[in-house]
C-alpha cells in the first residue's frame, strides 16, 4: 500500500498519469470515494497517462454507466445501480477478460462481482481541493 496527498485538481490528475504508467496491460482498478473525493479526477489522469483520451474528455459515466476510451480503457460508474443483477447486466464479466484497464466508480458496492486480483484506490476528500489517496495492489 502507498499513500499520496495532492493539494489540486491538477496534482490528483498527474498523480493518475503516474498510476497509469505502472498498470498492467489488463488491471481492473476500483476507485472507493464518497461524492466529490476526486475519483473522477483521478480518473482522467488514468485515462489521459494511458494515452486513450484528454483529460478534459473524460466525465463520470453516471448516467450511460460505461464510457470507453480508445479500445482498452473501460470507465465504469455503479453508483446508480442497486442490486447485483443491474450490474451483471452491463458485461463486466466479458470486459474483465479483456486485455484492457477497467476504472470501476462505486465498485466496492459489488464485492462479489469483483475480480480478487484487483487494484483499489481509495480517495478521501481533505480541505478545498485537498485530497488522501491510498493505493493497493499495485507497486508505486
Not at 111 to 140: F, H, Y
Amino acid at each position: 500500500m502507498r499513500q499520496f496527498q495532492t493539494h489540486s485538481e491538477e496534482e490528483t490528475i498527474q498523480l493518475g498519469r503516474e498510476i497509469a504508467a505502472r498498470l498492467p496491460p489488463r488491471a481492473v482498478v476500483l476507485l472507493i470515494g464518497n461524492l466529490g473525493a476526486g475519483k473522477t479526477t483521478l480518473a482522467k489522469g488514468i485515462v489521459s497517462g494511458l494515452g486513450a483520451a484528454e483529460p478534459e474528455d473524460v466525465t463520470s459515466p453516471t448516467f450511460t454507466l460505461i464510457h470507453e476510451y480508445g479500445a482498452r480503457v473501460y470507465h465504469a460508474d455503479l453508483y446508480r445501480l442497486d442490486r447485483p443483477e443491474e450490474v451483471s447486466r452491463l458485461g463486466l464479466e466479458e470486459i474483465f477478460d479483456r486485455d484492457a484497464v477497467v476504472l470501476i466508480e462505486w465498485g466496492e458496492r459489488f464485492p462479489q462481482l469483483m475480480p480478487a486480483d484487483r487494484i483499489e484506490i481509495r480517495l478521501e476528500a481533505g480541505s478545498a481541493d485537498e485530497r488522501r489517496i491510498e493505493v493497493t495492489g499495485i507497486e508505486l
